[in-house]
Nanobody, 117 residues
């Protein structure tokens, strides 16, 4: 079981920036060997994958955030970050992080991001 604690959300105007953080821990969970992902879920919509990062730092992004969001990890602190720049109202959602893989089914409480127009 993995415990995930997201933070850094808030209210920001269009064009603004936020940096989200996620601390991962758990018995038997080794952060540095897992692919980590950031997801988001807007009201009335399905949860979507926003960005992923592999243990060696390879990244992938959803087309909707490419060029604006940057995912990074800090293996020393078991933490993954999501730097979000040039935010748009359509980025409004609750953001979650989670390890990628079939045995990781637990979610954290998420952090709310609201972008005003």
């Amino acid at each position: 079981q993995v415990q995930l604690v997201e933070s850094g959300g808030g209210l920001v105007q269009t064009g603004g920036s936020l940096r989200l953080s996620c601390a991962a821990s758990g018995s038997g969970f080794i952060f540095r060997i897992n692919v980590m992902g950031w997801f988001r879920q807007a009201p009335g919509k399905q949860r979507e994958l926003v960005a992923t990062i592999t243990p060696v730092g390879s990244t992938n992004y959803a087309d909707s955030v490419k060029g604006r969001f940057t995912i990074s990890n800090d293996n020393a602190k078991n933490t993954v970050h999501l730097q979000m720049n040039n935010l748009k109202p359509e980025d409004t959602a609750t953001y979650y992080c989670k390890p990628i893989g079939p045995r990781f089914n637990d979610w954290g409480q998420g952090t709310q991001v609201t972008v005003s127009s």
